[in-house]
């Protein structure tokens, strides 16, 4: 076991602090990583203060993970010494489900393993995540960094942002020829619009703000709807292939159904507190119109998201952070003030 610094909170109640952790020593198929870069995340907040169930403690958060290799197991193949690589929001599951067995991990039958708070042997006995100088992950979990390092903040969104946002948008089949609405220009929607667009769909983003419509051009849409306007979102009715939804907060889904055209489907990666109001069945009956759902991608698919990212340029916008900011950088991101994701600079740990 090695003493590495980190962030994290010992309760609830309590702020954000520097802690000292333990990692393991890299066995047969780890690879050790020292963390350049960990992107903040919505769950982070909503894990380190129990605003969802189950939070363990001492909870060190952080799933957006960009470093260098610095170790690895004798049983390593796919990774050496130098290498640039990404941890996401898992570093293990069973790998003998049907979902595993099919490159599915993030629906594992029996449970993935989150990159902080998950089951581990290692002390505590969960996992503790990037906000660290240092973390050690199997190898089956450790995904190839192929953008230039000047990229490399910006690239540690893509671990959570990114594939949250590419998964669905690969599934239904978004590209050339299809219609795509995007619901919310935040850390989420600001990549769907990027994705969306460099698969070739033509991208509608919706927003509440007037002040985004420049800047969800700038992104990548072909149009910009403001959402509280019916009849802004009038004139688009009846004509969406698909609709990502990446709103976290309860909103009428009617709304959007009506925007879909026959067999269009409406997909929420936004997980808001409380319910959204219960939609209209015949919105969806008169049509055989879909509401569904989608998280994360498997290991397989998140390395085809950021070889996909590379290839096209694309990574977050962000702004970069010193460790003892991010509680500065939680309250402003419950204000929506940051365009659109803040990256700690893991060397200020």
């Given at each position: 076991?090695?003493?590495?610094?980190?962030?994290?909170?010992?309760?609830?109640?309590?702020?954000?602090?520097?802690?000292?952790?333990?990692?393991?020593?890299?066995?047969?198929?780890?690879?050790?990583?020292?963390?350049?870069?960990?992107?903040?995340?919505?769950?982070?907040?909503?894990?380190?203060?129990?605003?969802?169930?189950?939070?363990?403690?001492?909870?060190?958060?952080?799933?957006?993970?960009?470093?260098?290799?610095?170790?690895?197991?004798?049983?390593?193949?796919?990774?050496?010494?130098?290498?640039?690589?990404?941890?996401?929001?898992?570093?293990?599951?069973?790998?003998?489900?049907?979902?595993?067995?099919?490159?599915?991990?993030?629906?594992?039958?029996?449970?993935?393993?989150?990159?902080?708070?998950?089951?581990?042997?290692?002390?505590?006995?969960?996992?503790?995540?990037?906000?660290?100088?240092?973390?050690?992950?199997?190898?089956?979990?450790?995904?190839?960094?192929?953008?230039?390092?000047?990229?490399?903040?910006?690239?540690?969104?893509?671990?959570?942002?990114?594939?949250?946002?590419?998964?669905?948008?690969?599934?239904?089949?978004?590209?050339?020829?299809?219609?795509?609405?995007?619901?919310?220009?935040?850390?989420?929607g600001h990549m769907a619009v990027k994705l969306a667009h460099a698969m070739?769909?033509?991208?509608?983003?919706?927003?509440?703000?007037?002040?985004?419509?420049?800047?969800?051009?700038?992104?990548?849409?072909?149009?910009?709807?403001?959402?509280?306007?019916?009849?802004?979102?009038?004139?688009h009715r009846g004509s969406f292939d698909f609709i990502l939804d990446t709103?976290?907060?309860?909103?009428?889904?009617?709304?959007?159904?009506?925007?879909?055209?026959?067999?269009?489907?409406?997909?929420?990666?936004?997980?808001?507190?409380?319910?959204?109001?219960?939609?209209?069945?015949?919105?969806?009956?008169?049509?055989?119109?879909?509401?569904?759902?989608?998280?994360?991608?498997?290991?397989?698919?998140?390395?085809?998201?950021?070889?996909?990212?590379?290839?096209?340029?694309?990574?977050?916008?962000?702004?970069?952070?010193?460790?003892?900011?991010?509680?500065?950088?939680?309250?402003?991101?419950?204000?929506?003030?940051?365009?659109?994701?803040?990256?700690?600079?893991?060397?200020?740990?």
């Amino acid at each position: 076991m090695t003493a590495v610094k980190a962030r994290g909170a010992y309760a609830a109640d309590q702020p954000v602090v520097p802690l000292t952790i333990q990692r393991r020593t890299p066995g047969p198929c780890d690879v050790q990583i020292e963390i350049a870069y960990c992107g903040i995340c919505h769950s982070d907040l909503h894990t380190i203060r129990s605003e969802w169930p189950g939070t363990l403690y001492p909870c060190v958060p952080g799933h957006e993970i960009v470093g260098y290799v610095s170790a690895v197991g004798q049983n390593v193949t796919r990774f050496k010494p130098g290498d640039i690589v990404g941890v996401g929001c898992m570093v293990g599951s069973c790998r003998q489900c049907d979902a595993c067995t099919h490159g599915l991990e993030q629906y594992c039958e029996h449970g993935m393993i989150g990159t902080y708070n998950g089951p581990t042997a290692d002390p505590p006995g969960h996992t503790l995540g990037g906000y660290s100088q240092r973390i050690v992950v199997d190898q089956e979990f450790v995904l190839q960094i192929r953008h230039p390092k000047d990229m490399l903040p910006a690239v540690a969104p893509l671990l959570c942002a990114g594939i949250t946002t590419y998964s669905p948008l690969r599934h239904w089949q978004v590209g050339p020829g299809k219609k795509v609405g995007v619901v919310g220009i935040g850390g989420l929607g600001h990549m769907a619009v990027k994705l969306a667009h460099a698969m070739g769909a033509h991208v509608v983003a919706f927003t509440t703000q007037e002040s985004k419509r420049a800047q969800a051009h700038a992104l990548g849409a072909d149009d910009v709807v403001i959402s509280s306007d019916p009849a802004q979102r009038a004139a688009h009715r009846g004509s969406f292939d698909f609709i990502l939804d990446t709103v976290a907060a309860p909103h009428v889904l009617d709304d959007y159904i009506g925007l879909l055209k026959r067999d269009g489907t409406l997909c929420l990666v936004g997980a808001p507190a409380s319910p959204h109001p219960s939609p209209s069945v015949s919105g969806l009956i008169f049509g055989r119109k879909a509401i569904a759902g989608s998280l994360i991608g498997g290991i397989a698919e998140t390395q085809e998201m950021l070889d996909f990212c590379a290839q096209h340029g694309i990574v977050a916008d962000i702004e970069l952070v010193h460790a003892d900011q991010i509680e500065m950088a939680y309250e402003r991101m419950l204000r929506g003030d940051v365009k659109y994701r803040f990256v700690i600079d893991a060397a200020t740990f």
